[in-house]
């Protein structure tokens, strides 16, 4: 398996390999929001075609917003299967937020058409899946397939939080997209949290959702 600094197939083609099962079979798995104070945590599924893969997909943190919006549209036109799944900020404070990432993961995967054989994760724990799971720390930067997901559910979730922008003018999330800035933090201290907020963590803890 490859340690370019881009990702390959190559993770897919030795797991494949191992496990005697076809490539069109293994999904990639990443997330995007785990971070922030407000707005919902997103994962995408997705199992690429070997045959058919978008050039320059990359790790998603690694793209300009402008690049992950440009292959957007040609990852879902050519790949096998994708899905996406989301845990809104209410539940992420019920049940906290890896549980929430690992739920919107596994919405994800189990809304794929056909079951995968395996599923590609990025990082170093996996949610309960159906179907076997491979844990790939730095993925998104090694693997196309969870580099793939990683872009759509980055891009969905921007997408969200700059429609939210209307929905609760003055903070904004279509700039910053829910995360941690000085502008974020001085909207907070002047209009106090909305329904987007995730009031479990630390620096909104004392605060309560005004509107």
């Known amino acids: 398996m490859s340690n370019a600094s881009q990702p390959d197939f190559s993770h897919e083609a030795f797991h494949a390999?191992?496990?005697?099962?076809?490539?069109?079979?293994i999904c990639g798995v990443d997330e995007a929001g785990r971070g922030p104070w407000a707005g919902p945590v997103v994962a995408?599924?997705?199992?690429?075609?070997?045959?058919?893969?978008?050039?320059?997909?990359?790790?998603?943190?690694?793209?300009?917003?402008?690049?992950?919006?440009?292959?957007?549209?040609?990852?879902?036109?050519?790949?096998?299967?994708?899905?996406?799944?989301?845990?809104e900020a209410d539940e992420i404070d019920a049940i906290n937020i890896l549980?929430?990432?690992?739920?919107a993961m596994a919405q994800a995967v189990v809304a794929l058409h056909?079951?995968?054989?395996?599923?590609l994760i990025d990082g170093n724990r996996a949610p309960n899946l159906p179907?076997?799971?491979?844990?790939?720390?730095?993925?998104?930067?090694?693997s196309l397939s969870i580099a793939a997901a990683s872009i759509l559910a980055k891009v969905t979730?921007?997408?969200?939080?700059?429609?939210?922008?209307?929905?609760?003018?003055?903070?904004?999330?279509?700039?910053?997209?829910?995360?941690?800035?000085?502008a974020?933090?001085?909207?907070?201290?002047?209009?106090?949290?909305?329904?987007l907020h995730r009031l479990s963590i630390k620096p909104l803890k004392g605060f309560n959702e005004t509107y």
């Not at 549980?99 to 739920?103: D, I, P, Q």
């Open 114 to 119: 056909s079951s995968p054989n395996l599923a």
């Open 17 to 25: 390999k191992r496990l005697n099962i076809p490539q069109t079979s």
């Open 44 to 87: 995408a599924a997705v199992i690429l075609d070997p045959k058919r893969i978008p050039k320059g997909i990359g790790d998603s943190k690694q793209l300009s917003t402008l690049k992950r919006e440009a292959l957007y549209q040609p990852i879902l036109d050519q790949a096998i299967d994708f899905r996406i799944g989301i845990v």
């Open 184 to 195: 974020h933090r001085t909207a907070l201290d002047r209009l106090g949290p909305c329904k």
């Open 157 to 182: 979730r921007d997408r969200i939080m700059a429609k939210a922008d209307s929905i609760y003018p003055g903070y904004g999330f279509g700039d910053h997209k829910g995360y941690g800035t000085k």
């Open 99 to 103: 549980a929430a990432t690992h739920k």
């Open 131 to 142: 179907c076997p799971t491979q844990c790939i720390i730095g993925g998104d930067g090694l």
